[in-house]
């Protein structure tokens, strides 16, 4: 299998964004840190050689290909800025489409200028690919399917599970503990 060539560095994301000849290009990038930082809560990172990228995700393909990402990033490649975000969200072509001055790809949004782009509009369109993502990271935490008996509960009856961080066991294994809550009763399940 191979080895993924874009994963977190040590390089400085400051001196990285200094070292961009084009001032307005280098102003621009210093706006998308303050844009991704706020959309993700995240500290930016370099991710490889030039993407700054803010949070991460691991993915896996049915092909068994997996790895990490950024939840959401960019590059300044050549004369343009590269804005990562997931393809196929809902909405997605509608923002693009209000937008401003750009050229996209399957992941890609390429920004000459960011005052060429409507700034809220890029903000939005970053928040709901993070949330995508998000999505998928969720679904592909929660694979498995549990079946679990409870007693003291209708068949049908609404409740609400509550998930907390994984520990682990006495024994050294990772576990899962969650709670049910309904009107009728509370169930403590440990979840191996």
């Known amino acids: 299998m ?16 200094a070292a ?15 844009l991704m930082r706020r959309v993700t809560k995240q500290e930016p990172r370099m991710w490889g050689p030039s993407i700054v990228g803010f949070g991460s995700y691991h993915y896996k393909y049915a092909s068994g290909h997996e790895g990490d990402s950024a939840l959401a990033g960019f590059a300044a490649r050549g004369r343009e800025l590269v804005v990562y975000i997931a393809a196929g969200f809902e909405g997605r072509d509608v923002l693009l489409a209000k937008l401003g001055q750009h050229k996209t790809g399957k992941v890609c949004v390429y920004i000459r200028r960011l005052a060429n782009v409507d700034l809220k509009v890029l903000e939005q369109l970053v928040a709901r690919s993070v949330a995508r993502y998000e999505e998928s990271l969720s679904a592909a935490q929660c694979e498995r399917r549990l079946t679990l008996p409870c007693t003291g509960l209708a068949v049908g009856e609404p409740v609400k599970v509550h998930v907390r961080p994984p520990a682990l066991s006495e024994g050294g294994e990772e576990y899962v503990s969650l709670w049910m809550v309904s009107d009728a009763a509370r169930r403590d399940l440990r979840v191996g």
């Open 20 to 34: 961009i000849a084009n001032e307005e290009q280098r102003n621009d990038a210093q706006s998308l840190v303050v």
């Open 2 to 17: 191979s080895v993924p060539k874009t994963k977190p560095t040590e390089v400085s994301v400051e001196s990285h964004i």
